[in-house]
Every structure is written in structure tokens, then in C-alpha cells.
């Protein structure tokens, strides 16, 4: 009897084997998915953090890397070089433009003489010689500005010294800014160390080259050091931040910024351990300059800003970025405005992320400049009011876009919290009034970037003084008088 072979096993997966590899499969699709999602979004705020600069952000432009800085001094030049010129347009100044040349001295410090031309520079004759009929015409003019050559000039003083009868003390006469038996520099050349130093932002090193080179005049660069010091003990003694801080509260408009202060080193404490908070400096001003207040400080945060002494108590108009320490004046104040150079500056970021989904934020920046504009055109028309009409238009459209932004980033993922143009098109709408206190109270600027400016320059100037706080350590070195300052008053920059 034959048995028959039994069946071979079946190769094919039974229908739930099939459903429980799908759903594996599935389970590991959507994880990769969400894997890839999380990914994208991390690389993108990678880039965003790559392409950040101080075009784009709110990123000093110390900090630039040296490829934004190469594509910056690019785009300049293309935009010079694209730029569309009529056929008619004359070389030079155009009509109606301030130019910046010198006027003739009505009475010049002497008076010269040039030769007599001795060669006609049109046929060549001789113009001495009397057979070619040559005549006096019309004298011509020049004026020539110079500085005369800088020369150190050293001062022998004899002192005079008197033995007094009673107690036979004796008396030695006082000289001008030296003391007895010692060769000093004088203030001449302190000052011209103040100026390179300080306003011209030039170490000290540099500061003693260029002294030599320029002046004739060798100095160490301790000398430039202890020349710092000296005004700042002076200008320390004689109450200056006092009076810079009530200058500055007698004001109804101020511009306040800061940022990080680079230093080699930080401060430690008495104990020896390293001082808490990053070094930062801040800068508190009028809108036109008048007054302009450089103060260092340990960090940046709300008490720090509070402790400087000018905006508490003080209910003028301030106009700031949107830091949170600026904050807790807010409820005191007049007004805020909120500085457009700042919000344009991320809003120009947001575009970059992506320009067709983030085109709003392009159109909010051009409505934004659009409304500087017509301020500036109403102010040069002595008008103290915008177009009802007008404002009325730009602050629709401004709103409409803002709207758009919010639609259109909040449901996009981030690799951190919500979407950058989500978050500026929130405070684009939840803080507009402060966006667009300009347009209504025509003394506030629509933006603090002068007040930026001073921070990276570290320039402070009132009344023709001024001084530089290193920061941190209270380290205070002094700095001269601001030129733009000095310049336009009764005393000179170096005497100031």
C-alpha cells in the first residue's frame, strides 16, 4: 500500500501576518515621518542661525561672520552699480542738494602772492616779452586750508621760592599743570591722546603711534592709559553723571539701547569667584544727540537697567527695542515706540526663511518705511498731523498683512516652540500702538538706531564732556568731549 507525500508547507503569510506587518511597517513610516518633520524644522533654524547678521537680526555687527560682511559690501556695490541714471543727469551734486565744500574765508589768517605766468598755455608766446603785446587782465583767486606744522614745545619754568621769617617754611611758586622738579606733558597733548583714544575708538598702542607719526610727539601708550584715567577722576569729582542724569530727565523724547560689551576678562567678587551676568552697556539719548549717555553694567537684566537712575520717576517718551527689562517703565510712561530699525531688521529674517509663505512680512517692512516717508513729508511741510485719511490706509493694510502672517505661521512646525513669524506677527499686532506711536506724536523718531550706533561706538557726550565705563569692574576711563558736540559750541574739541 502506498502512503501519499503530504503536502508541502505553504510560503504564503496568512492574511493576519500581512495585517500585523503593515501595521509595523506603519508604526515605522510615521515615526520616520515625525522623525523627518523634527529634522527639517531643526535644519532650518540651523540655517536661520547661520544666515543671522546685523541686517537680519538683532546681532551687533561685531558679530557678523566675514561672509555676510563680503555679501553686504556686494550687494552695495550692485545696487550702485544697477542703479538707473536719466541721459540728462549731470555728473556731480544735483540741484537742491546740500553740498558739504568750502567757502572762501572773507579774511584769510595772510595773504600770498603767485608768480607772474611767464608762457601763454595757449599758443605757447612769451607773456615777458613786450613784442607779443601781452597785458595785465583780471587777477584770479585761491584759497589754501592747512595746518600749520605741529611742533612740541618745551617750557623751562623757573620757580620762585620765598623762606618765610616766622617758621622758615619754604614757599616754592606754582606752575601750570606741573609740579616742582617733574617734566610732565601738558594739555594740549593729553587732550589730542583723549580724542585718538577715546572718540576715535583707537587703543592705546595705536593711540601712541599715530601720536608720533602725526604730532611729533613720542608718548607710551601708559601715558594714554593714565590720560584716560585722569579726566575720568575729574569728570567723576566735579558730579558729571548727576548732571547727565538730570539732563536727561528734563527730557519728554529718549532713545535707549544695549548690547554686549566685549572684555578680555571678567570681574570677580571679594571671594574671589567670578562675577554672576554678562557684561553689557547701555545707552540712553536725545533724538537729535544733544545728549548722549554711555553706562556700564554687569548685565542686562530689569534691575540692573532700573538701577542706572534716569527712567525711574522719569514720564517722558521713550523710544527702545523690545527687550523685556525696558518693560517695567512702560506703565509710567507718555508713550512707546517701539524702533522700527529693530522690527524691520526681523522682519527681513522672516522674509528669508521663506519669501512666497513669509511674504507678508515684506509688505509689513515696506508699509512701515511707506508711513516714515509721509512723517517726514508732513514735518518738511510744518504740518504737526498725518492725512486722517491717509494714516487711516497705511495702518489697514499694515493690519491686514499682520493678520495674514499670523494665518499663515501658526500651524507651521518649529523645532522649538512656535514659528519665528508666528511670534513677530503676534507682537507686530498685539503691541501696535507702540509700533505706531510716530505717526501720531511727530517729536518721537520711529527709530533708536542713532542709540545702537552709540553703543558700538561708545560715545557719550553732555555740554561738551563725556566719559567711557568699562564694563565689568567699574573700571572708568575717560573719553573727550564729542566732536559733533564740541564743534558746534564755544569751546574746541581738544580745549573741552
Not at 531643526?42 to 547678521?53: D, Q, S, V
Request: aromatic share 6%; charged share 20%.
Amino acid at each position: 500500500m502506498v502512503v501519499p507525500a503530504a503536502a508541502p508547507p505553504s510560503l504564503s503569510p496568512s492574511y493576519e501576518e500581512l495585517a500585523g506587518l503593515v501595521a509595523v511597517l506603519a508604526g515605522r513610516v510615521d515615526g520616520l515621518e515625525a522623525e523627518n518633520t523634527g529634522l527639517r524644522a531643526e535644519i532650518a533654524e540651523l540655517r536661520r542661525r547661520l544666515g543671522m547678521n546685523s541686517g537680519n537680526s538683532s546681532t551687533p555687527p561685531s558679530k557678523d561672520p566675514i561672509a555676510a560682511k563680503a555679501e553686504r559690501k556686494a550687494k552695495r556695490s550692485a545696487d550702485r552699480s544697477s542703479r538707473e541714471r536719466s541721459k540728462d543727469r549731470k555728473p556731480g551734486g544735483q540741484p537742491g542738494h546740500k553740498g558739504a565744500g568750502l567757502m572762501p574765508a572773507a579774511v584769510p589768517d595772510r595773504t600770498e602772492s603767485a608768480e607772474v605766468p611767464a608762457q601763454c598755455r595757449g599758443c605757447g608766446a612769451d607773456l615777458a616779452d613786450p613784442a607779443t603785446g601781452a597785458s595785465d587782465a583780471i587777477a584770479a583767486w585761491a584759497q589754501v586750508w592747512d595746518i600749520l606744522p605741529v611742533v612740541m614745545e618745551k617750557v623751562h619754568w623757573q620757580l620762585p621760592r620765598r623762606r618765610c621769617g616766622c617758621c622758615q617754611k619754604a614757599t616754592t611758586a606754582d606752575a601750570p599743570h606741573v609740579q616742582a622738579g617733574s617734566v610732565v606733558y601738558g594739555p594740549d597733548i593729553n587732550a589730542a591722546a583723549v580724542l585718538l583714544s577715546a572718540e576715535g575708538n583707537v587703543p592705546a598702542e595705536r593711540t601712541a603711534a599715530l601720536m608720533e607719526a602725526l604730532l611729533g610727539t613720542p608718548v607710551s601708550s601708559g601715558f594714554v592709559a593714565r590720560a584716560l584715567a585722569r579726566l575720568a577722576q575729574r569728570l567723576q569729582a566735579a558730579g558729571f553723571d548727576a548732571a547727565m542724569k538730570a539732563a536727561l530727565q528734563a527730557e519728554d523724547v529718549l532713545c535707549g539701547d544695549e548690547t554686549p560689551a566685549n572684555v578680555i576678562t571678567k570681574d570677580t567678587g571679594p571671594d574671589g569667584e567670578t562675577v554672576p551676568g554678562a557684561p553689557h552697556a547701555v545707552t540712553l539719548r536725545t533724538p537729535d544727540a544733544r545728549l548722549i549717555w554711555y553706562a556700564a553694567m554687569g548685565s542686562r537684566s530689569g534691575p540692573a537697567i532700573a538701577g542706572l537712575g534716569v527712567l525711574e520717576g522719569w514720564h517722558g517718551y521713550l523710544v527702545r527695542d523690545d527687550y523685556a527689562a525696558w518693560h517695567q517703565f512702560d506703565a509710567r510712561l507718555a508713550g512707546v515706540q517701539q524702533c522700527a530699525a529693530h522690527l524691520i531688521r526681523h522682519l527681513k529674517g522672516v522674509l528669508e526663511l521663506h519669501p512666497q509663505w513669509q511674504a507678508w512680512a515684506g509688505h509689513v517692512r515696506d508699509i512701515l518705511r511707506e508711513a516714515a516717508a509721509a512723517v517726514q513729508a508732513a514735518r518738511s511741510g510744518k504740518k504737526t498731523e498725518l492725512d486722517p485719511g491717509l494714516l487711516a490706509d497705511l495702518r489697514a493694510r499694515y493690519d491686514e498683512q499682520v493678520a495674514r502672517g499670523i494665518t499663515t505661521s501658526r500651524l507651521r512646525t518649529w523645532h522649538k516652540g512656535r514659528h519665528p513669524g508666528y511670534n513677530l506677527a503676534r507682537r507686530l499686532r498685539d503691541k501696535a500702538e507702540q509700533v505706531w506711536l510716530f505717526t501720531r506724536e511727530f517729536r518721537v523718531p520711529w527709530t533708536n538706531d542713532l542709540a545702537s550706533h552709540c553703543t558700538s561706538w561708545g560715545r557719550c557726550a553732555v555740554s561738551g564732556l563725556a566719559w567711557w565705563s568699562w564694563c565689568p569692574g567699574a573700571r572708568i576711563v575717560a573719553c573727550a568731549s564729542d566732536i559733533s558736540g564740541a564743534a558746534g559750541g564755544s569751546v574746541g574739541v581738544a580745549p573741552a
